[in-house]
């Protein structure tokens, strides 16, 4: 039985959410591998709409729902989410929380909010949620992590510490108050006794489940262009969402992956600063915010809008070894006549490139070169399979194929979980 990974193919809010709920239906797990609260997946089901930002989506569908070691945890942010997803009448029985995780404390968000305000004009466009801080102090080793709120003693040893460093920064350099230890250790000592029953060996649990031929499902935040490694640096995450940081932000072996499934939305969208090739000029950017409900679920900040970036998702493609595509909101390009779809690059030198730049100043100059594509100017609302998609719509998905070499799987044509056509190689998937 198959180990699959699902990851965002573009910039983050692709719609991966929905995607993960869908498998989530035939899975035995769903396990996050990086990330924390900055990022949300929105989920439809009926007349529920669920945001969830912390928790697996699994969890929705009563699965084992795993946050792994990868993961930053904002303790406020998951209770909070707990008790909400309690409150409606669903389990958090299912939740497991890696004791490796790392923290998110009060000072990670202080210090995030004042370098991007010291930033200024440079500001990388962070959620300020304390993610980077968090993942900072986890590469100095000195971080605070979920195990440890198993000890009293350690937690506040911990927090003790640390404060004796961050009220200096925050002081010193960022003009910003200080916090009290007897504050932080009391709250946090709280936040201890809830989170106490979820703390597991998360890793043992997958690797168990593996070996019982169960379905993994494994779950990544952000996108492949955000990625810490292989994104478009700084305009980065903290993190690896690409496939391969899911053995180790759970805490397997990369052989037990057997499918790579990438989310592109049929356009793409960004938020935050840095460059954007394929970017929407004029009033048609509004068109599709508006039509793609093209706003935060976190923040609530409008998403930039673009036209399908080809020499992006070859990237995505080839850094993730996808083995088949999800194809969302093809259903929001229904409003155009005319669809660009942005083919290759023009580079400062003048070469005209299908592959991503490799150097980060060559990037920021790119140009993007567009093949026009006949639209379907027609809602799809009453479209129950493939055969049904106006004949523009299935070659606008069969040039994709095309040109990534990779079969689209799942195309989605709405918000709800059910409004999901299958191709052929959906199958291996389900």
């Known amino acids: ?152 003693k350690i937690l506040r040893q911990k927090i003790e510490v640390a404060l004796a460093e961050k009220n200096h920064w925050l002081e010193r350099v960022y003009d910003a108050p200080p916090f009290d230890l007897e504050d932080v250790a009391e709250r946090y000592e709280e936040y201890a006794k809830r989170l106490r029953p979820f703390i597991k060996d998360t890793s043992l649990i997958v690797d168990q489940a593996l070996r019982d031929g169960k379905r993994v499902l494994f779950e990544g935040a952000q996108g492949t262009l955000l990625d810490l490694d292989h994104g478009t640096y700084p305009f980065v995450t903290s993190s690896n969402p690409v496939a391969s940081g899911a053995a180790t932000g759970v805490g397997v072996g990369p052989n037990r992956i057997d499918q790579v499934l990438g989310v592109a939305k049929a356009y793409v969208t960004r938020v935050g600063e840095g460059p954007f090739p394929s970017e929407i000029e004029g009033p048609d950017q509004q068109r599709v915010r508006v039509t793609g409900g093209e706003y935060g679920t976190v923040t609530g900040r409008e998403r930039r809008c673009g036209w399908l970036d080809l020499v992006a998702l070859r990237y995505a493609a080839r850094l993730n070894g996808f083995t088949a595509l999800a194809l969302t909101k093809l259903d929001v390009l229904s409003i155009f006549d005319e669809i660009p779809v942005c083919v290759a690059y023009r580079l400062p030198s003048g070469e005209s490139s299908g592959n991503f730049p490799a150097h980060q100043s060559d990037f920021h100059h790119a140009e993007p070169v567009f093949e026009t594509l006949p639209g379907w100017a027609e809602p799809l609302d009453g479209t129950e399979s493939i055969a049904d998609l106006p004949e523009a719509a299935r070659r606008y998905v069969g040039f994709v194929e095309q040109e990534l070499g990779i079969p689209v799987a799942l195309i989605g044509i709405g918000q709800e979980r059910d409004r999901v056509l299958y191709g052929e190689a959906s199958s291996a998937l389900l």
Not at 35 to 56: D, L, M, Y
Not at 118 to 144: H, N, S, V
């Open 1 to 152: 039985m198959p180990a699959t990974v699902v990851v965002g193919a573009q910039w983050g809010d692709e719609g991966k959410g929905k995607i993960v709920d869908l498998l989530a239906q035939s899975s035995d797990l769903v396990c996050r591998y990086q990330g924390g609260p900055n990022a949300g997946h929105t989920i439809k089901i009926g007349e529920e709409t669920f945001k969830i930002r912390q928790i697996p989506t699994g969890i929705i569908s009563g699965k084992v729902s795993v946050i792994g070691n990868g993961c930053v945890v904002d303790p406020e942010v998951l209770i909070g989410e707990i008790d909400e997803i309690e409150n409606r009448g669903y389990s958090t029985e299912p939740l497991c929380l890696s004791g490796s995780a790392h923290l998110i404390m009060p000072w990670h968000v202080a210090i995030d909010q004042a370098s991007e305000r010291r930033l200024g004009k440079l500001q990388i466009g962070t959620t300020k949620r304390g993610i980077g801080p968090a993942y900072a102090d986890k590469a100095l080793r000195i971080g605070i992590r979920v195990q440890d709120v198993l000890d009293a």
